[in-house]
Each structure stands twice: as C-alpha cells, then as structure tokens.
C-alpha cells in the first residue's frame, strides 16, 4: 500500500468500540485526519470506512489517540482466520464473566445461608472480600476502565465511562460500608461486592453473546471470502504448476477440473462445462461454458475441465467488487440511523447529568439516611442507562439484511435504498434486458421492390456493423449464419432511438422505424397495415431503404423473460403502479407489455428522456424505483429514489444503480422491496425497544416507584437489563436472516 492512497474505502478494523458514543469519536478522531472527506463507522461489526487522500499509518494513530486500537483490512480476509479470532474473543469474554459471576454468586450464597459475619466483628473478612473483588474488577472490567480513562483524556464519556462509575462507585460504597454502615438506609447496609462483580458478570456475558450473534450477521461476508479457493493451477512455459492466488497474473493461463472453484475472472479458451454460479448470482441451474465464454472467481466447476486467461485478479475480480460493495452498503447509514446517531451521541453525558441529579434529588429529599438511598439510585442508573441497545438498533439490522440479500444474488450498494426500496409506489421498468431477454432474433425478412430476402438482409446487416444496438446483433448474427459477405460502408451515423443511415457505394441507405424515414422524407403509409402486423405480434419491424426506396422489412423480436409475468403479478400486489418504458414503437411495446400484464406503457422514449419520465413521476409525487440495464439507462437509474440494475457479477460496478440484481431474474426486484420494509420494520422494532427500555428504566432506576410502592431497583438486576437489551436488538436483527421474500 502506498503511503498516501486515494481512498475508495481504507477499511479499518477497530478494537474497543462499546457503545455509540465509542461511533462519535472515532469518526470524529477519523475525520480530523489530513486528506479525509468522508467518514463511516459501523458499531454492529466494528469496522471504519475511510474516503479521501489519507496516509493509512495516520489513521491508525488517529484511532489509537482516540482510546482504541485499529489495523487495516487489506484483500480477502481468511474466514476461518475471522471467525478463530470471533470465538477467541467471546472466550474471554465468557471467561471474564465466569471468574466475575462465581465470585458474586459465591458472596450471595453466603449471605443467603446467613454465613456472612458482622461487619464489625468481621472487620478482616470483609477486607478480604474487598480485595479480592477489586482484583475481580480488574481483571473482568480492564478493558471498561482503562476505555473511561482515555475517554476522560478526550473529555468524552462513553459506555465505559457509565460502566467504570457504576462498578467503581460500587466497590467503594461497599468499603465505606464496612465502617460507616449507620449511615445507610435498611435497604443498602450490606456491601455491595457481589453486585460490582455481579453487573459485570452479567456486562460481559452480554456483550460476549452480542458478539457471537455478530459474528452470525457476517456469515454472509464470510461465505462469499470463502468462495475464492487460496490456490490456482497456472501453466508457465507448458508446465502445470499450483501458486497462490495472490501470485496469478493477468494474462495467465489457468486450469480449472472438475469440482474445483475458479480461482480469478478470465474467458474460457479451451474446453467446456457446465458452471454453478448460484452463490454470486443466486441462479440454482448450472451455467453452461463454452469458449469465449466469461468465468467468474469463486464460482464452481462441475463437469468438465477447461482452460482459461486470467482477466481480472485480486480486487478487481467480480467478486471482490461484491464483497466491497456489501461491506460498503453494511457500514452505510439510512436516514433512519441518523437520528439514533444524534440521539446517542448526547446520551452518554446526558445519563451522567441524570445520575448526578438523582443523587443530589434523593440527597435533599430523601429519607434518612439520605445519603444511602442517593448513591444506590445514582449507581443503578449508570449502570441500566447504558446506549449499546440504541447504538445497535439500526448497524446491527442493515448488516443481516444486507447480507441475506447478497445471499440471494441482489446486491444492496446503499444502505438508504434499504429504507427507500420499500417506499416504492411506481416502478418503471425499461423493455429490453429487463422485461425481455435481452437477445433479440430476427423473426422475419420481407423483400419488397426487386430485391431477394438475402439482399435486404445482406444491406441491412452492412449499415449495421457499426452500431452497437442490440437490434444490430440479431441482423448481424442471422447474416453470419446466412454466410452473407457484409459491404463496406461509408458516412455512418447512428440516430438515438430511430436507426442508422450510410452509404455503400453511392447508395444512400436507411435502416430505422418510421420516425427515421419521415426525418428523410420517405413515406411509408403503403406499409402502415404490415407494420401494425408485426407490431402486434410483440416484434419490432424496421424498414430498408435504398436511396429513398423501400426495399424491405425486417422484424426482430426479443420475447419476455419466463418469469417476467409473475413478477409483474407481484408487484401488482404489493401495489406498485408498473410502467414500462422504451424506445420501441408504441404497437410493438403495448403488445410486450401485455404479455408481461403491465397496463402502462411509454413508448418511442429515447435514452436520455427516460430519466425525465422518472422526474416527472416524481413531481406527482410518487416514490419512483427505475429497473433497468444499467448502461444506457444510467441517467434515469440515477434519478429514481432507488434504481435496480439487472445484470451479471461483471456489472457490480454500475455506479448509477443503489441495487444490483447479479441474475437477469425480475423476481429479485419485489424480493428487494420486500426486504427493505421487513429490515425497516426491525429497525423500528429495535430503535423502540431501546427507546422504550431506556425511556422506562433510567426512571425505575432512579427510585421513581418508590413513593409509590417502596421499590428500588438493585444494580445487579440493573447491570443484566442493560446487558440483555443489546442481545435482544442483535437477537431481533438476525430474524432477517430468514425472512421469507417470496411472500405476498
């Protein structure tokens, strides 16, 4: 890595992040670095993307000035090397909270059995207890008081800074206790030992479990690293050789046999086979590939063995490009996190504020001993208080929904099109590619004039080897097959949506619709009745003209995809207004369009209006999805709430596109929606439970029903509150995972 890097996404992994005030500074810390223009942080699997011109090792210290600690993540991790360290740290978390929790629930049993000794005349025992609960504290809480500590530094607070005062003020309450025991209310003149320990038994075993649940919304992540084998068999100077992937160059010659995974992108030179793509595409039938053909990284081969020219390696492979892509769209923020993100930043100092107010409130107005029941209560509400739930609420829901997607090949490049895709109310679907094949035939070859049916398709073929529409390839493929020679032309030119014009020889020769002819004054009203004929067989006519003459008609037509009607069905259900949108003639697009059953149709709409079709949508205010190639629809997939692009693994960088449907199937587009608004309603679910919890608790904490009914809240059960809200958020967001999307 070079020492300053132009950042499409330095992606750092950070090491103490507790709490959303932990996101605050170190986006802030992030943020203040030379050269950086945009920072996210992601609480739910604890990463950083950093953009802009910044030196990696300046970031680094910049988290480490922060009070954390951070390294880079550079290529394709090794998964199980991931998931090893996960499961080492949910051991030390687990064993933190053992060592905590048996000395705590020790210290309650005795007290139970009544063996714990008077304070008084088992001064030395109590001692005892207080330094060995301090050396619990130390070694189950390190990692909670030296992250207050920095957080002091920086004149910040944060979940440990909550977590350090509760516990800490616990501890010494407890050895006050020992000698000052008249001074406290009946409720509190025992020590509070077991609960220091006790609250972060139950901390740690909290966030030991928040952190296994985690490592399950990455599995999407984890699955696709996976599928990129860690060695390839390259032929160098005509000897087979196997090398690690990272030592494949472009250009090499690669080997791939039966059940093994593709190492990088190339093209098939050799051989055959028939490829599973259903992990990167969600397609479950094998791809069959012939020479010529795109493979694709991490893909697998199961029948045949083939050689093929490397075209793409290490980031650049389709597969990497998706693996960004998702990471991208996990660390993003909807607009709905926005508000967490505000609301979290102030909570922490907010409860400190709360706490100390409880104190002095219970100080002045309490009864006696005054001073026992302020600092019970003031501790109980840092320690139940603490943000993790609200923190989590939204990270947490957008990594499982973004990786149950890529799991079914749709590919979610922004997290707010997880928020927008549901709002949908009118969807506009371009014809070609999307409701159709995409792989236009030539249905028919009329001769006019004196003409023979290869003539006109020889013409017709020979001004269309210079144009790029996918109409040319069919005329083109069909003389190939005809062995036609094609004639050499001269003063081409292309007209966007209406045909190409040249001349071959002297000859003037025109190939378009009927908008082409009028623009050069030929009239075709003779030809209307035929026109109309093909046009409502679904088939697209175009006219041949020899210098200003009619000689021919051909039809092409590009029949709808198998499963375009039931998408459509879908949609209707979820009640989205479907407009098809296209270039084509209106008789031809209607007789498309009722094929798929959509009742709306725009048609002879050239590429560059259709984005002003999505705008005026807009303007009557409907929430507009745009469902399209990616390509030539790249204006108006940009000016659609969410735009949904239909293509490949290679398409995975159309910048245009907020979704990428990895297989041509239109199913995937109501899938989308229907995972947008069941991540949005977990989003919900979570920001109100977190709301509600903290809402409810910090009150009941702060001894609000004991006017009423006597009741304070002890710590311990304050400490496991706090720890089980954030499971419950993580436990929520993994329902996405098996969310059903075909559903009505």
């Known amino acids: 890595m070079s020492q300053d890097q132009t950042v499409e996404g330095i992606r750092l992994s950070i090491l103490g992040m507790r709490c959303a005030g932990c996101v605050s500074a170190v986006e802030g810390s ?8 945009e920072v996210t942080v992601n609480f739910a ?21 922060a009070g954390f600690d951070a390294a880079i993540m550079e290529g394709l991790e090794d998964p199980a090397e991931q998931e090893q360290q996960e499961h080492q740290r949910y051991q030390q978390l687990m064993q933190k909270a053992k060592v905590a929790g048996g000395f705590g629930a020790f210290l309650m049993l005795i007290d139970l059995f009544g063996w714990m000794p008077d304070m008084t005349s088992g001064k030395w025992f109590w001692i005892i207890i207080a330094i060995i609960t301090l050396g619990i504290l130390a070694y189950s809480g390190e ?12 004149k910040q607070a944060n979940m440990d800074t909550l977590i350090a005062l509760g516990t800490g003020s616990a501890w010494i309450y407890s050895c006050i206790v020992i000698d000052y025991q008249a001074l406290l209310p009946s409720i509190a003149t025992h020590a509070y030992f077991e609960a220091a320990v006790v609250i972060l038994a139950f901390i740690n075993l909290g966030t030991g479990l928040e952190t296994l649940a985690r490592g399950r919304t990455s599995s999407a992540i984890r699955q696709l690293i996976g599928l990129q084998p860690r060695t390839a068999r390259v032929i160098r100077d005509g000897e087979e050789m196997d090398i690690a ?32 793509e259903s992990m990167l595409t969600g397609e479950s039938l094998p791809v069959e590939k012939t020479v010529g053909m795109q493979v694709v990284a991490g893909t697998m081969n199961q029948t045949g063995s083939f050689l093929f020219t490397a075209t793409r390696i290490g980031r650049d492979t389709a597969l990497a490009q998706i693996i960004n892509s998702v990471r991208q769209a996990q660390s993003s923020k909807p607009e709905i996190a926005r508000l967490a993100d505000k609301i979290s930043a102030v909570f922490v100092p907010a409860v400190v504020a709360i706490s100390l107010f409880t104190f002095l409130i219970w100080y002045v107005f309490g009864p006696e001993p005054s001073l026992g029941y302020a600092f019970v209560t003031s501790m109980t509400v840092l320690v139940i208080a603490c943000p993790c739930a609200l923190g989590l609420a939204t990270p947490i829901s957008v990594m499982v929904a973004v990786g149950r997607a890529a799991q079914s090949g749709i590919l979610i490049r922004k997290g707010e099109a997880l928020q927008s895709a549901g709002k949908i109310s009118c969807l506009v679907l371009d014809k070609t590619g999307t409701v159709t094949e995409g792989k236009p035939t030539v249905a028919s070859v009329s001769a006019l004039a004196d003409l023979s049916e290869d003539e006109v398709l020889q013409l017709a073929a020979s001004i269309e080897s210079g144009s790029e529409h996918p109409l040319a390839a069919a005329i083109l493929a069909r003389a190939e097959q005809k062995q036609l020679t094609l004639s050499k032309v001269t003063q081409f030119a292309a007209s966007a949506g209406h045909g190409v014009s ?18 050069y004054g030929v009239s075709t009203t003779e030809y209307t009745a035929q026109l109309e004929q093909f046009a409502h067989q679904g088939q697209t006519p175009m006219l041949l003209t020899v210098n200003q003459r009619v000689v021919g008609i051909i039809a092409v037509s590009d029949p709808i995809k198998k499963d375009s009607a039931a998408a459509v069905q879908r949609l209707h259900e979820l009640g989205i207004r479907i407009i098809m949108v296209t270039g084509d003639n209106p008789i031809t697009a209607h007789a498309i369009a009722a094929q798929a059953g959509i009742s709306e149709v725009k048609a002879q709409v050239l590429p560059q209006d259709k984005a002003t079709v999505v705008t005026a949508l807009q303007q009557q205010g409907e929430i507009v999805g745009m469902v399209g190639d990616g390509i030539n629809d790249a204006p108006a997939l940009a000016q659609a709430n969410v735009g949904f692009a239909i293509g490949t693994g290679t398409d995975v960088a159309i910048e245009s596109a907020d979704v990428v449907i990895l297989q041509g199937s239109l199913l995937k587009v109501p899938e989308a929606i229907a995972l947008s608004k069941a991540t949005v309603i977990n989003i919900k679910q979570n920001l109100l439970g977190a709301f509600i919890y903290n809402t409810l608790s910090i009150p009941v904490a702060a001894g609000l029903l004991y006017p009423l009914f006597g009741i304070l809240l002890n710590p311990m059960i304050a400490g496991a509150a706090m720890a089980m809200s954030s499971v419950t958020v993580v436990t929520n967001a993994n329902r996405l995972r098996w969310a059903k999307l075909d559903d009505k």
Request: glycine share 12%; net charge negative.
């Open 143 to 154: 990692h909670f008081y030296k992250g207050a500590y920095k957080s002091l530094l920086l």
């Open 45 to 65: 699997d604890h990463s950083a993307l950093v953009k802009g011109n910044a030196n990696p090792e300046q970031l680094k210290q910049a988290v480490k000035d």
């Open 30 to 37: 992030l943020a203040a670095v030379e050269g950086v223009t």
């Open 245 to 276: 992937i990272e030592h494949v160059g472009l250009g090499e010659t690669l080997r791939v046999r039966p059940g093994e995974k593709i190492a990088v992108d190339g093209v098939l030179i050799e051989g055959h086979s028939s490829v599973d």
């Open 502 to 519: 040249g001349h071959i020889g002297d000859q003037l020769i025109l190939f378009g619709n009927t908008a082409l002819m009028a623009e």
